[in-house]
């Protein structure tokens, strides 16, 4: 065989190969967009996932419960995550969509620690929200406006603090924000600030958590429904998932990150709760 021959018969069956790999690379590849609050979970499983699966390639984003539900229904990402249940989503084709719920988050009002209070009503936190309540001395605090700062439309973390703190009443106009991290940068540095956080971000000398009715924010509260603001983390599919996207779902169930990477993070395992909640907001113990 000619000197040339060979060399085109080398490149050949290296473009081969380089084909061969991107096609495995590409087939392997699992986006997940959408909660801000499940995107701290889903991060560090999809870290510890690809130490042992090398060829795995997991891109995490934000965005929004609304936007991962969207995103997922378009085809255009393999996992939507949601702190909501999709079928209280407008636009979204529920029946569509496969429900994955891989834990459990609570949420908790959070404040400035200049304001004086540590504990607070439901029934003050609603006026709070809805503008009936506008100066801390009201609440037996210091005598300091207070400043709201919501999540963005779209949030299911805003979306479960609204359904179980408003119940249908009208949000007051305030500062909106997209993410966990940058709600607590704004409360840390706003006097006479109130926002709200997902439990994993909320370990922070630097701002003060709320008991609400004299209950305190844990997760062992969540598991009986003492601590009434917590939702779902959700992972959905259309339909059902490919081979890789599914083997990446069953070890988010599996023990190593349900019994490890969960509660080390902040979350609740979905195995240690004694209650269920529907997408109408309707609470049972499990087995009953």
């Known amino acids: 065989m000619k000197r ?19 096609c495995a690379n590409n ?13 701290l979970l889903a991060e560090q499983a999809g870290n510890d996932y690809r130490l042992s699966h090398s060829n795995s390639n997991i891109v995490v984003q934000g965005g929004g419960s609304g936007t991962g539900l969207s995103q997922v229904q378009a085809g255009a990402v393999q996992i939507g995550t949601s702190d909501v249940f999709a079928e209280t989503q407008k636009g979204i084709q529920a029946n569509k969509l496969k ?35 506008t100066n801390w001395k009201q609440l037996g605090g210091k005598n300091e406006a207070i400043t709201v700062i919501n999540r963005s439309k779209g949030s299911g973390t805003r979306g479960t603090f609204e359904d179980i703190i408003l119940r249908g009443q009208k949000p007051i106009k305030s500062q909106e924000q997209d993410s966990n ?29 709320l008991s609400i009715d004299n209950v305190k924010p844990t997760n062992k509260n969540i598991t009986t429904n003492k601590w009434k603001l917590w939702s779902y983390e ?6 059902e998932p490919n081979k890789q996207t599914k ?34 907001n309707q609470v049972t113990q499990i087995g009953k």
Not at 4 to 22: D, P, R
Not at 27 to 39: D, E, F, L, R, Y
């Open 27 to 39: 087939g392997s590849k699992i986006t997940i967009v959408g909660s801000s609050a499940m995107q």
């Open 99 to 133: 429900d994955y719920r891989v834990a459990v988050v609570g949420i908790v009002p959070i404040v400035n620690k200049d304001v004086g209070i540590k504990n607070i009503t439901t029934n003050e936190l609603t006026k709070i929200f809805t503008g009936k309540v």
């Open 4 to 22: 040339h021959s060979i060399g085109k018969l080398i490149i050949l069956l290296l473009l081969t190969l380089v084909a061969t790999t991107a």
């Open 247 to 280: 083997a990446f779902i069953k070890y988010m169930l599996g023990k190593k990150v349900q019994k490890d990477l969960v509660p080390k993070i902040g979350y609740l395992s979905i195995n240690d709760m004694k209650v269920t909640r529907n997408s109408k």
């Open 181 to 209: 991290g940058t709600v607590k940068k704004i409360v840390n540095s706003t006097p006479g600030a109130i926002s709200y956080l997902s439990f994993p971000y909320a370990h922070d000398t630097h701002i003060q958590k």
């Open 234 to 239: 959700h992972m959905y599919t259309k339909g």
